[in-house]
């Protein structure tokens, strides 16, 4: 191989396996966040989590009815509650555009949203799907709690 090679498989493998950093949250919050506490009257919890291999360098914005939540990293999560009884807009920047997710909440549920990254063809791309609460809680409890509010843009 020549060097010009080596060097592009080099960055490559670093785009893959490469962590993200982004700000944590106290360790009471993340406490509280794992014990999964039913959300108050009229309101909804909401957990986005991202757990994938692809994209560990990768660092993607979310937002929640256009309000930053945060900036997620490979093995992170956010725990946040919103209004009960409504639909909420779950986006996330990929490639060329965000990707909304809209969600119907009701009061009294906790929600689990994960981020999922794709590769693109200039950078990795990312999509949010909600999945089901027994498999959320169970990816969750294995992960560390981002602290809120912190976007790129």
Request: glycine share 10%; proline share 4%; with cysteine.
């Amino acid at each position: 191989m020549n060097r010009i090679s080596l060097l592009g498989l080099a960055a490559a493998i670093a785009m893959l396996s490469g962590c993200a950093s982004v700000p944590m949250a106290d360790k009471g919050m993340v406490e509280t966040a794992k014990t999964f506490p039913t959300p108050e009257a009229g309101t909804a919890g909401v957990y986005v989590f991202r757990n994938s291999f692809v994209g560990k360098a990768l660092r993607k914005d979310i937002w929640i009815d256009g309000e930053c939540l945060g900036e997620s990293a490979d093995k992170v999560f956010f725990y946040t509650t919103v209004p009960g009884d409504r639909e909420h807009t779950f986006s996330t920047e990929s490639e060329f555009s965000p990707n909304d997710l809209k969600v119907q909440t009701e009061s009294g549920r906790n929600y689990f949203i994960q981020q999922s990254i794709r590769m693109g063809v200039f950078v990795g791309g990312a999509k949010l799907d909600v999945v089901p609460e027994a498999d959320g809680r169970r990816q969750v409890a294995g992960l560390k709690m981002a602290r809120k509010g912190t976007c790129s843009r």
